[in-house]
T-cell receptor, first 113, second 112 residues
Framework: GENVEQHPSTLSVQEGDSAVIKCTYS??????FPWYKQELGKGPQLIID?????GEKKDQRIAVTLNKTAKHFSLHITETQPEDSAVYFC????????????FGTGTSLTVIP | DGGITQSPKYLFRKEGQNVTLSCEQN?????MYWYRQDPGQGLRLIYY???????QKGDIAEGYSVSREKKESFPLTVTSAQKNPTAFYLC???????????FGDGTRLSIL
């Protein structure tokens, strides 16, 4: 099946700086890559996603890039704010296994005021 | 407001007991899922259901059972056969198997 690796596991940035989280996947047939934000005691919330026919997608301060050749995708958060502090998960939808989603192990982001 | 409701938020189980976690959605979604979340690990799929009266095992189904008698409801039973049940359990739903999933706020299960 698909294997998704996520780095770093923890990330601390100063307020206003940028944060980048990277994920790699193993199955070249995977074609959809969502990112989730999980706050303490809550379920993950979808924040942005990208499909395999697109290289980049942006939504205000959040952007995602995809490199299909290298099989990696990244989440970029600019002008970070304290409310961005949370755990972020990447995922890949694997068409070879009935469209099952496989998740990374999460990145705990702390934005220091 | 439409969403996914999981209850209870915290649950304690004694050794040898079965416990059932509730998941209800009012999003009119066909597909529903149960995941287990452990510290430092990604979400792992326990069971999923694409339509009423049908469900399939995920990657870690041993020691768990589910039912899907209504479109809105997908309860998960953690049986005594699950030897390491302490975890955070997340329920999710989606329009179908292809579309992104929406998650509830989870149930934290602990062993007494």
């Amino acid at each position: 099946g698909e294997n998704v690796e996520q780095h770093p596991s923890t990330l601390s940035v100063q307020e206003g700086d940028s944060a980048v989280i990277k994920c790699t996947y193993s199955d070249s047939a995977s074609n959809y890559f969502p990112w989730y934000k999980q706050e303490l005691g809550k379920g993950p919330q979808l924040i942005i996603d990208i499909r395999s026919n697109v290289g980049e997608k942006k939504d205000q301060r959040i952007a995602v890039t995809l490199n299909k050749t290298a099989k990696h995708f990244s989440l970029h958060i600019t002008e970070t704010q304290p409310e961005d502090s949370a755990v972020y998960f990447c995922a890949a939808r694997a068409t070879n296994t009935g469209n099952q989603f496989y998740f990374g192990t999460g990145t705990s982001l702390t934005v220091i005021p | 407001d439409g969403g996914i409701t999981q209850s209870p938020k915290y649950l304690f189980r004694k050794e040898g007991q079965n416990v059932t976690l509730s998941c209800e959605q009012n999003l009119n979604h066909d597909a529903m899922y149960w995941y287990r979340q452990d510290p430092g690990q990604g979400l792992r799929l326990i069971y999923y259901s694409q339509i009423v009266n049908d469900f399939q095992k995920g990657d870690i189904a041993e020691g768990y059972s589910v039912s899907r008698e209504k479109k809105e409801s997908f309860p998960l039973t953690v049986t005594s056969a699950q030897k390491n049940p302490t975890a955070f359990y997340l329920c999710a739903s989606s329009i179908d198997r292809i579309e992104p999933q929406h998650f509830g706020d989870g149930t934290r299960l602990s062993i007494l």
